[in-house]
């Protein structure tokens, strides 16, 4: 228990973090919903890069499913850009019906709940008028293990400018929130618990960001949860 509860920070223009957001039977409502969207068909993978490699994260999508694709989905061109694309144009990643880099299967739905969820948190974030727009319709769901790590990297494969609402649960991690024009420095390192939320849009829409690493054996005892779960809601503008 701390002496003082933390509070809010802005981390940049348009990217704020919210401590302890989630309460904790909230924690325990999302986390059993995660078990059960990383069973297969569709479920829980270890997720491949354009070079060959696997990140040390693994993943679940949910309305729609983010991978690697051997082309553009819409054009079949492996080209990273193609203005003749009948579009969107889509590579080396893209958002699919199917887990294409999985088993093959029908990606599974995303719950009007977890949209309901992501509205909810951008209004905290930023005021009721920037939660105005569409709901999040895809969730990405990255797992961490004690060692995993996510390289700096922009979320730049949607279609919409909506903000990016990022859920933690479990292990706390350090999240490395950057700028807009380099993977490299100036950039923020923030630790994210259990419960914590954080959301980025407008100017740091683009930004590069990061988990550098976990702090295994952090998570609430309470909570059953050996690992650290991020849950990051995206409007996919597609």
């Known amino acids: ?16 973090h919210l401590p302890d957001w989630l309460p904790a039977e909230r924690q325990r409502e999302l986390l059993a919903a995660c ?20 990140m040390t994260a693994r993943q679940v999508c949910l309305g729609l499913h983010w991978g690697v694709v051997r082309a553009c989905p819409a054009c079949g061109r492996p080209v990273r850009d193609n203005p003749g694309c009948p579009g969107p144009h889509q590579y080396p990643y893209a958002y699919t019906r199917t887990a294409t880099d999985g088993d093959g299967a029908p990606v599974k739905p ?32 990255n797992f961490y293990d004690g060692a995993a790590h996510m390289g700096m990297h922009r979320d730049s494969d949607e279609r919409a400018d909506a903000p990016v609402v990022s859920l933690s649960l479990g292990d706390a991690c350090v999240f490395r929130f950057g700028n807009t024009e380099t993977r490299t420095r100036p950039y923020t390192d923030v630790e994210l618990r259990s419960g914590d939320l ?14 550098p690493r976990v702090h295994p054996g952090t998570a609430p005892p309470w909570l059953g949860l050996a ?10 503008g597609l």
């Open 1 to 16: 228990m701390e002496l003082f509860p933390r509070e809010r920070a802005d981390i940049a223009p348009g990217a704020a």
């Open 110 to 141: 995303f719950p009007a709940w977890l949209g309901e969820v992501g509205r909810r948190a951008v209004a905290d974030a930023f005021g009721p008028a920037a939660a105005s727009g569409p709901a999040p319709d895809v969730a990405l769901i």
């Open 227 to 236: 690992g650290r779960l991020n849950i990051t809601l995206r409007v996919s």
């Open 35 to 54: 078990r059960a969207w990383a069973r297969p068909p569709a479920g829980l993978r270890t997720v491949r890069t354009p070079g060959g490699g696997t």
């Open 198 to 211: 954080f959301v980025f849009g407008g100017p740091s829409r683009a930004a590069y960001h990061g988990v």
